[in-house]
């Protein structure tokens, strides 16, 4: 009898392993940029900038632009 060769299990692979920890090299904004956001949307929800903050969207648009002057991985605005 000549020896089986194995086969796969039918499934082809896309090439990606996917790990139990995502690399921060695919990361949209970094960790830095992150924590900026979470204290704008703590701030906000806690009335701290006054009337100043309007909504979540504003808020989160602060704590980007902090990040970004602190130098943190964030994409670049877009052109409006």
Request: aromatic share 2%; charged share 40%; no cysteine.
């Amino acid at each position: 009898m000549p020896a089986r060769k194995k086969s796969s299990s039918g499934r082809k692979s896309s090439g990606r392993k996917s790990s139990g920890a995502k690399k921060s090299g695919g990361r949209k904004y970094s960790q830095k940029a992150s924590q900026e956001v979470r204290t704008e949307m703590r701030h906000f929800k806690q009335k701290k900038h006054g009337n100043r903050v309007k909504s979540r969207k504003q808020a989160i648009a602060i704590g980007l632009s902090k990040a970004r002057r602190k130098g943190a991985k964030v994409p670049r605005k877009k052109a409006a």
